[in-house]
């Protein structure tokens, strides 16, 4: 099947007075139609960024420094403006952590679906209310024939956020692009959205790059999981394989800092000290300050991403030859 989304080799820099900053690098992979991929990792790690390198909302003046960014077939990274713009409503929806910023609170959540939907589908008025109504039942609004003319802030936070949902899949995308779409939800609300979320992908055949810092998140939602690090995917897989038998140190000690998911017998630590900053980015692996795996190897070489398993790759020398040559 070709991949509704295929990120090759992508990465983002920032001009600085100090030089360029490498925020993210050699970031790939794909998502099928009805994916959803996970992308987890602690706040920093370039997540984020890659988002938003594939909605092409990157802010300056962040800039990508390499690589292609496919949708169906059609490269994106590369159009213009007014190009992306199109793409952007029409086949890529977004949802991001406060549904206020996805919502004008001057007008009803029916008039803001009908404008993107006769925006982007072309409809008349009556066509472009039927679809929004049809919509807003779909995400599960309760009374959404009174709900649609009442204005954002007549709702809750989860309901709210169910209405960006409904602006999100107006255009009818083969890609969403959720980023940390539950973090400002009430605990009990999130479940329900991510459930949502879940239902939509599979009915729809919808794509989803859900990035979250949440592992729980991840755990209940995701097909597939890339973990970032320190700007780089360090290891991705199916997310039950990741979950249960994750081979990066980093991704261990990620598991365990959810309590709720035993996972290993054995207890591990937390992972001690910080993501390093990016101006200060260490030599070999960027994870070594903080690895009880790191061997001489590990300050000296960065691990390649390569395979550890059917469908698995991690970037550690401990699956590539060992933590102590330097070949
Ligand atoms: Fe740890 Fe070395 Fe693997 Fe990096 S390459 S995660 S430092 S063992
Ligand atoms: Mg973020």
Redesign the pocket.
Known sequence: RTPVLSVRNVGVEFPTRHGLLTATEGVSFDIAPGEILGMVGESGAGKSLTGMSVIGLLEPPGRLSAGEIWLESERIDTLSLRERQRVRGRKIGAIFQDPLTSLHPLFTVGKQLCETIRYHLGLDKKAARARALELLNQVGIPGAEQRIDHYPHQFSGGMRQRVVIALALAAGPSLIIADEPTTALDVSVQAQITALLKQLCRENGTAILLVTHDMGVIAETADRVAVMYAGRVVEIGPALDVIQRPR???TQGLMNSIPSLKIRAEALNQIDGSMPRLDSMPQG?A??PR?S???P??AKQR?PLAAVGENMSAA???HQGG?NGDA
């Open positions: 990066h140190p980093y692996c994870f070594h690895c795996f790191a061997g190897r590990c691990p550690c020398w401990l933590v």
